[in-house]
């Protein structure tokens, strides 16, 4: 990735250009010390002056009016806030009317910034305050105030805080009185400018230190450039969070939110005061010292899927290589280009009007439909379909064009979602809700309506970030977030009544991905890479998860890496310094995966059988028993050892009825409580009574004898002999009212249980023939 410079051979300001904005993609104004401001129609390459301010006013910081979210079409801001060196700002209209003028401070009003919804207005100035104003210009309250001059300011992404510059310091204020103010050392020399992105939630610090960082909201360093020759004079954060600009003397740098850095320039502008990205987040432009402003476009953006690799070559043309046969084609669009994504064998493009949807199978002949909105935030895909961001909503599209549903929920802001917040299978669509970080919204992918019975998933922690996997059954999906905590949880779905359990997989993990052929997830964990081949362990049987487990060394990969992709059993990971490591993982759990996902236990153990590894045997193991396979289950326990699971399935293969067997299934995995439904269901009264007594719950068991009017006598005596055992005298008020003036007479209680167990052998053996008389007709 790279900066495409355009800088006109005279500079169209006598003076310094102090500030610019983007009113629309392709419309800028630019202001500067000869009092001018200027406006910069990039289709047309024309410049035409829209006011000449008054001799006394010299511009300092100009910022556009938030743009109305979700209404159609309307790309345009109306006005904008201009701060000056007289202590007022200015609202003026796009026509360069002045609307009003405000005292303000006392000294230079050094920044002006519209919150996100357009509904305050924060300035600051020499004078050391911090002002609140109304979207009309009326003070609300004066923040803060300190005895050296406040250079720059910042929204919080909530509107919520606000961040400014003390000097070396960094200090975010939230609006409520009382709250807790964080201030921390930033750097080593007065800070220029700070910028905080909605998306990410990441601040950017400029300094006279010549030197840029990044921190997170808690102001925990995650980045901190080399000194540069000069101080950096300005930074800014392009829309979408992915990347930021730096600008500095002669020097423009581009930067992935990491930190490290994609491409620098050194055009001829002398210090770049101001950065601004366009809407869209394509193109630059900068504020420059020599009464320039320069403009740059970010090209040569890449993208990769198995065999193609796909680049932004100019604005409107892509290239499409193919690294086996080395055949190129080229994409040309009417319009530029604003997202593009490549996955599951297809590229699809946006552009400013456009949708492009392009088959690998065939570049020439692309599917093209208009869009509903113009600036496309985000595109994920995933087999069968995928789904388009914008300002107004989130839209889901068939790879042939069709529009599919558009999920909706309360209070939703489309412009801060990124592909760790949402999430996107073949049937469902998962979205980390802003309002509530600890809450997940689920929907049905076909018709955008809440998933299950309309359910949150609901954490105890704030998340992070969220994954579903790709493949398997809709009733089997599963979704896998890292909360706060660090922590990798896993969970059901599908949400019907009863609360799903969300399962711890791991600890200190920093990112991860779902594989795109099966169920397989892998992870970096503080210094380890883990792959966990069948995460669904956790619900089966959990003794055996770590048995199912590759891990490896991850300190190759330096501080702070993350997961690209993982595609096959190709895992690429990106390191802190922005290069790519590319890991191969085994091949023969995913074929274990497609073995079992179809039927085929023989090949399964065949496979095994051949790859003579643990991890294939136990997660064999663990997938026999989820599709309640219990003689493959048995094989693949016995070849990991695990003797006493082994004995137990040979004795769930002795008992009479199917329920029983079903049941005793169930308890293996855990699932008491699903066992016992399914025996009273089958009105084997006494099969519930002497599970519940096997696991010594006493009370449970006591409980179902005195409902079914049966075998009260059976537990009581149970009761006793356990309590003898122990050498124990009974203390529970309800064995002792029902003990009461009972003898035990355990000849009795022996032949009730034959009774019981003949039964259920006669129940089963009945129904066995009538389903053979019912194939014979």
């Not at 669009?333 to 997202?339: A, C, G």
């Not at 087999?383 to 388009?388: D, G, N, P, V």
């Not at 890991?583 to 003579?612: G, M, N, Q, T």
Request: charged fraction near 25%.
């Amino acid at each position: 990735m790279r900066l495409k410079i355009s800088l006109l051979k005279e500079p169209k300001h006598q003076e310094l250009v102090s500030c610019v904005g983007w009113n629309t993609a392709e419309e800028l104004y630019s202001c500067s010390d000869d009092h001018q401001i200027v406006k910069w129609n990039l289709l047309t390459s024309e410049t035409s002056q829209i006011v000449k301010l008054p001799d006394d006013i010299y511009p300092i910081d100009l910022h556009w009016f938030p743009k109305s979210l979700g209404i159609k079409k309307q790309t345009q801001a109306e006005s904008f806030v201009l701060t000056s060196s007289d202590g007022k700002f200015h609202l003026i209209s796009k026509l360069g009317r002045v609307e009003k003028s405000v005292e303000a401070h006392c000294g230079a009003v050094l920044a002006g910034r519209w919150n996100y919804e357009g509904t305050a207005l924060v300035t600051v100035g020499e004078d050391g305050q911090i002002k609140i104003w109304s979207k009309t210009g009326m003070l609300r309250s004066t923040l803060a105030q300190q005895g050296t001059p406040v250079y720059s300011v910042a929204w919080g992404p909530d509107s919520e805080k606000v961040l400014y510059t003390a000097g070396k310091q960094l200090i975010i204020k939230p609006l409520q009185p009382n709250a807790k103010v964080l201030q921390w050392k930033a750097h080593d020399g007065i800070i220029l400018k700070v910028d905080w992105n909605s998306v990410n939630d990441l601040i950017l610090s400029a300094g006279e230190d010549c030197k840029y960082k990044v921190w997170d909201s808690y102001g925990r360093p995650l980045y901190s450039s080399q000194p540069h020759e000069h101080p950096i004079t300005s930074v800014a954060w392009a829309p979408d969070g992915e990347l930021f600009a730096v600008g500095s003397f002669h020097t423009l740098r581009l930067c992935d939110k990491t930190g490290w850095s994609y491409a620098l320039e050194k055009p001829n502008t002398g210090s770049i005061f101001n950065i601004t990205w366009s809407i869209d987040g394509t193109q630059i432009a900068g504020a420059c010292g020599n009464g320039h402003v320069v403009f740059a476009h970010v090209v040569e953006q890449r993208w990769e899927w198995k065999d193609f690799q796909v680049t932004l070559t100019k604005r409107r043309t892509m290239q499409v290589r193919n690294v086996l046969n080395d055949a190129v084609d080229l994409l040309e669009f009417r319009d530029r280009v604003i997202k593009a994504s490549l996955n599951y064998a297809h590229l699809v493009v946006s552009t400013s009007l456009q949708c492009y949807v392009f088959s690998t199978k065939n570049w020439n002949t692309p599917l093209i439909f208009d869009l509903k909105e113009g600036t496309v935030s985000l595109i994920l895909q995933a087999e069968r379909h995928f789904l388009l961001v914008d300002g107004g909503g989130i839209y889901l599209y068939s790879y042939d064009g069709r529009f599919l549903s558009s999920p909706k929920f309360p209070g939703m802001r489309t412009d801060i979602l990124n592909a760790q917040t949402v999430s996107l299978s073949n049937d469902t669509i998962a979205i980390k809700d802003k309002a509530d970080e600890k809450v997940i919204f689920l929907f049905e992918a076909s018709t955008g309506k809440p998933l299950g019975d309309g359910k949150l998933l609901s954490h105890k922690n704030e998340i992070l970030e969220i994954a579903l996997d790709q493949k398997g059954l809709t009733n089997d999906r599963k979704i896998a977030f890292i909360d706060k905590n660090r922590d990798l949880c896993i969970t059901s779905v599908k949400r019907f009544g009863k609360e799903e359990q969300i399962i711890k997989l791991g600890t200190m993990v920093h990112t991860l991905a779902w594989s795109d052929t099966c169920n397989i997830l892998c992870g970096l964990q503080d210094t380890r890479f883990t792959v966990w081949y069948y995460p669904n362990t956790v619900y089966v049987d959990r003794d055996i998860l770590p048995k199912t487990l590759y891990e490896r060394d991850a300190s190759e990969f330096s501080k702070n890496p993350h997961i690209v992709s993982f595609v096959g059993n190709q895992v690429t990971i990106r390191r802190a310094d922005g290069s790519l490591i590319h890991i191969s993982i085994s091949p023969y759990p995913a074929i274990l995966h497609e073995y079992v996902s179809s039927s085929k236990w023989e090949d399964a153990v065949r496979l095994c059988r051949f790859v003579k590894e643990q991890t294939m045997w136990a997660c064999l193991a663990a997938m026999a028993v989820a599709n309640r396979d219990m003689t493959t289950a048995e094989i693949a326990y016995a070849a990991i050892g695990e003797i006493d699971k082994v004995q137990y399935i040979n004795s769930i293969k002795n008992l009479p009825s199917k329920e029983s067997k079903m049941a005793h299934i169930l308890m293996f995995s855990g699932n008491i409580q699903e066992a016992e439904m399914v025996l009273l269901q089958a009105g084997l009264v006494y099969q519930a009574i002497q599970i519940n007594i096997n696991l010594y719950n006493w009370e449970r068991a006591l409980e179902l004898a005195v409902k079914y009017k049966t075998h009260v006598d059976t537990v009581l005596a149970y009761r006793q002999k356990f309590l003898e055992t122990f050498g124990k005298q009974e203390t529970n008020k309800r064995y002792l009212q029902y003990a009461e003036g009972l003898e035990i007479d355990w000849e009795k209680i022996k032949a009730k249980i034959e009774m019981e167990i003949t039964k259920e052998r006669e129940r089963s053996s009945s129904s066995q023939p009538s389903k053979n008389i019912g194939l014979m007709h």
